[in-house]
């Protein structure tokens, strides 16, 4: 208890540290100043349940923060987003050191509540305890407390102690809205008068969605009942009228509602069949729309088909055309165009011109060469060779060129682009040498799987081929004659090359000779040489000419041919394309035909079925006509001669009953006695010997009848009750005839008239 209204408190905890509490009393309020674990730490802090202090908890857990920063050692002073100071990891839910307990603290005071703790001996295995009867428990729903505190507080807690409420209010969010969860409007029970009849029970057939909300129709079948009520009760009220008059009234009435009746149920009808008409006449139209939407669509999708066929043919035509322009344009462009002379490789090859130019362009560079003919000791015999060659510098015969070598830098002292390029491909190059030869690390192993070796699978056994010697030899055999045909090969080519360069190998053979005797033989060699060749040019240039007229006929010849032939296979595509083009035709000409034969077909029927169904109709509509008319007929046969029957009944009773005043008069009183004797004693006497005849022959099947159905339980007290039944029966049956004997002999006969009329006419009413 704390007596001033403030007060200072300064607690020590476990942990070593101290908070000062302040403590204001006040009448309204009471505010206490708390640290976020003492809860757990404070050995004085106090909570009413267990349900407290898990909330206190789970308040703590909601404080701290999920993630928090550990810093990278490589990094710590980065500022740059690639190289981060540090990382964000997780917080474990293990907040508090497991040297600190969870539970709550005032668990041990249960024992305080009851003098003697009960220990439940018999469990129960099913219910709230059958998750314990299983080999894995199911997890609770707080993760803070263990099983073994969950286990102690069940086994702890008192038969008559109870730690919740018996009720629990719970709001439920739905996903649902308010319309879709409507259910039916509630009808509250009621009570009814003795003797009333309210109009709006009338009304209990009809449910919410089947005729309510009320609409025209339930109106107007409203109305109708309420006629019909009328009318009942006009006609049970008009008695005051009797005899014919109400008969015809009443026949009016009833007239006049059937008639009434078939008017609005013939109007019915017509709304119906108008209604019908309609909606027959809508689905037509909708159905022709849908129809004609749809060819529409199937003829605008044709439509630019075909247009994306034709552009891109457009296209491919155009392309093809710009290509082959282009390259006509290409090929007369280098036809055109002069070759430049490249000197470079004329003096290059000794067969050119710049060597040995032809006769028949008219230059014989040989002509008057002799007077040019140097004789020198030098250059005839071979130690003058020597001797010249002595004398020549060393700097003529090894000529050294000196190149300056490139620079790799421009005038602005940069390194250029080529050399830049070549350095980094060198730093690469070394980097990727210098990892290839650096030693791997080994992986680092894995905390929670363990590596199962494999053993080592088993060599596979060698073999050995069968040594074949005649494989072997034949293989040798074709050897050596592969090398026999590449050396034929070899000489063979040599030898067409010989052959082919023989005219220049014989020219310079003669223009080159050194000795003075064969000079006049070499000249008449070299001019019949030079006559083959310009003999063999002549022939060369006519076959050319000859040649080239067979081509050009030849190509104008395949020209006109392949022309035709190109205009023949372009006829035989269109042809194809417009067989196709037919064939596509007649296929949709054939399923648009079964399609309209389907459709008769179903129209057809279904006008049957409707011809059916009006037939139908109008044949109950003449058999209720007929039958209403016959009814009509039959009742006024019925009222005529009933009235007739009456009215001659009524005059042969007032002249009979004259008669018998009359007659009683003149007898007397002996012949009025033999007289009831024999109309009304005799008649009865042998009315009730029939009956009990009739009555004697059917009891003998009736007991057959029981015994067979009955069996063992007619001799007992089921049978006994049945034939003591039979007996009071037929002694009231007795009685009754009697009375009823007695009544009609003491009753006059105007009773007994008026009694007939009110049943005939009610007989006729019903």
């Known amino acids: 208890n704390i007596s001033n209204p403030k007060a200072w408190f300064d607690l020590e905890h476990n942990d070593g540290n101290s908070a000062l509490y302040e403590v204001e009393m006040t009448s309204s309020q009471q505010t206490l100043v708390e640290r976020q674990y003492d809860c757990l730490y404070d050995p004085i802090y106090s909570v009413t349940s267990a349900r407290d202090h898990m909330r206190a908890r789970l308040k703590v857990a909601a404080i701290l923060k ?181 008969l015809a009234y009443r026949k009016k009435m009833l007239d006049d509602a059937e008639t009434q009746e078939w008017v609005r149920r013939e109007k019915e009808i017509e709304e119906l069949q108008a209604i019908r008409l309609q909606v027959l006449a809508q689905l037509l139209r909708t159905r022709e729309e849908n129809h004609q939407t749809m060819v529409r669509k199937r003829l605008d999708r044709l439509w630019k088909c075909r247009e994306q066929q034709k552009q891109k043919k457009l296209q491919k035509i155009h392309f093809e055309y710009a290509q082959a322009i282009h390259k006509l344009l290409v090929d007369l462009e280098l036809k055109r165009k002069p070759k430049k002379r490249d000197k470079i490789s004329e003096y290059a090859n000794p067969g050119s011109q710049a060597f040995a130019p032809l006769t028949r362009v008219g230059v014989f560079h040989d002509r008057g060469s002799e007077r040019f003919v140097v004789r020198s000791h030098y250059l005839n015999t071979y130690s003058g060779l020597l001797q010249l060659e002595s004398g020549i510098p060393e700097s003529m015969l090894q000529q050294q060129t000196h190149v300056k070598p490139p620079s790799k830098f421009t005038r602005d002292g940069f390194l250029k682009r080529p050399y830049r390029w070549q350095a980094q491909l060198e730093a690469l190059q070394k980097h990727l040498l210098a990892t290839k030869h650096q030693e791997k690390l080994p992986p680092k192993p894995l905390r929670y799987l363990e590596r199962i070796e494999k053993p080592l699978p088993r060599p596979p056994t060698p073999t050995v081929a069968d040594y074949n010697e005649k494989a072997e030899q034949r293989e040798i055999a074709v050897l050596e004659l592969q090398r026999i045909l590449r050396g034929r090969a070899v000489q063979t080519m040599m030898c067409e090359s010989r052959m082919k360069r023989k005219d220049l190998i014989d020219e310079l053979r003669s223009t080159h000779a050194l000795l003075n005797d064969d000079r006049a033989e070499k000249r008449r060699q070299m001019i019949l040489i030079r006559t083959n060749q310009t003999r063999f040019a002549t022939l060369m240039h006519e076959e050319h000419m000859v040649h080239e007229v067979l081509t050009r006929m030849e190509a104008a010849t395949l020209g006109e041919m392949l022309d035709f032939l190109s205009k023949e296979l372009d006829r035989l595509i269109v042809e194809r394309r417009l067989h196709a083009f037919a064939m596509l035709a007649k296929r949709e000409r054939r399923m648009r035909e079964a399609e309209e034969s389907g459709r008769r077909q179903k129209e057809e029927c279904r006008r049957r079925q409707e011809d059916e169904y009006f037939r139908q109709i109008v044949k109950v509509h003449q058999d209720t006509v007929d039958s209403y008319f016959r009814d009509i007929a039959e009742a006024t046969m019925d009222s005529t001669a009933d009235f007739h029957a009456r009215n001659e009944y009524n005059a042969i009773g007032s002249r009979w009953v004259e008669e018998q005043r009359l007659s009683d008069k003149q007898r007397t009183a002996e012949e009025e006695a033999s007289d009831l004797v024999y109309n009304f004693l005799i008649p009865e006497v042998c009315r009730r010997a029939y009956r009990e005849k009739v009555k004697r022959e059917e009891r003998k099947y009736l007991h057959a009848a029981h015994r067979q159905i009955f069996g063992e339980a007619q001799d007992g007290e089921l049978g006994e009750s049945i034939r003591a039944y039979t007996h009071e029966r037929e002694i009231y049956d007795r009685r009754e005839v009697a009375i009823e004997t007695e009544e009609t002999s003491e009753r006059p006969l105007e009773e007994l008239q008026r009694e007939g009329e009110e049943q005939d006419s009610e007989k006729y009413m019903w």
């Open 66 to 246: 999920s993630f928090q920063r550990q810093p990278i050692f490589r990094n710590m002073f980065s500022d740059v987003r690639s190289h981060k100071a540090y990382d964000l990891i997780k917080i474990p839910d293990r907040y508090i050191p497991y040297s600190q307990g969870l539970e709550w603290k005032g668990l041990s005071q249960y024992n305080t509540f009851t003098e003697e703790v009960q220990c439940n001996k018999h469990l129960s295995v099913d219910g709230s305890r059958r998750s314990r009867y299983f080999e894995t428990s199911t997890r609770p729903f707080n993760p803070y407390l263990s099983n073994e505190y969950m286990m102690a507080v069940a086994a702890l807690r008192p038969a008559s102690y109870e730690l919740e409420e018996p009720f629990v209010n719970r709001s439920v969010q739905t996903m649902y809205r308010d319309s879709e969860a409507q259910t039916d409007p509630y009808s509250p029970p009621y009570t009814v008068k003795v003797g009333d009849v309210p109009e709006v029970l009338s009304l209990s057939t009809l449910t919410y969605g089947h005729g309510l909300p009320a609409g025209q129709k339930e109106v107007e079948m409203i109305e109708r009942a309420r006629e019909r009520r009328k009318l009942e009760a006009n006609l049970l009220d008009n008695s005051q009228l009797a005899g014919a008059k109400l």
